[in-house]
């Protein structure tokens, strides 16, 4: 059985970094670039079959500016792409980088 502060379950709490901006830096292009990220991830999703009405791909920016991708997905679907990816990985497949 999994612990609660265990892998995986990171607090997903309040974060200063994310609400205090530095001038200068450019938190949009990361942001767009994360958008960009996103939308192509839900579209891969679908791709493999999975169901992606209950998945949500958001958009954020760092705190350096740089684009982060915040994934969510339903129990059944977090399943069903990791058997995907172990497919993937079994079959001597690679994940572009």
Not at 9 to 13: A, H, R
Not at 37 to 40: E, T, Y
């Given at each position: 059985m999994?612990?609660?502060d265990g892998p995986g379950?990171?607090?997903?709490?309040f974060d200063v970094d994310e609400v205090l901006w530095a001038p200068g830096v450019d938190y949009v292009g990361g942001w767009r670039a994360a958008a960009d990220?996103?939308?192509?991830l839900r579209?891969?999703?679908?791709?493999l079959g999975l169901a992606v009405d209950g998945v949500k791909a958001q958009a954020h920016?760092?705190?350096d500016g740089s684009?982060?991708?915040?994934l969510r997905l339903p129990v059944a679907v977090a399943w069903q792409l990791t058997e995907a990816i172990r497919a993937v990985a079994e079959g001597g497949g690679?994940?572009?980088s």
């Open positions: 999994c612990r609660a379950f990171e607090d997903d709490g990220a996103a939308g192509a579209e891969a999703l679908g791709a920016a760092a705190a684009g982060v991708v915040r690679r994940a572009a």
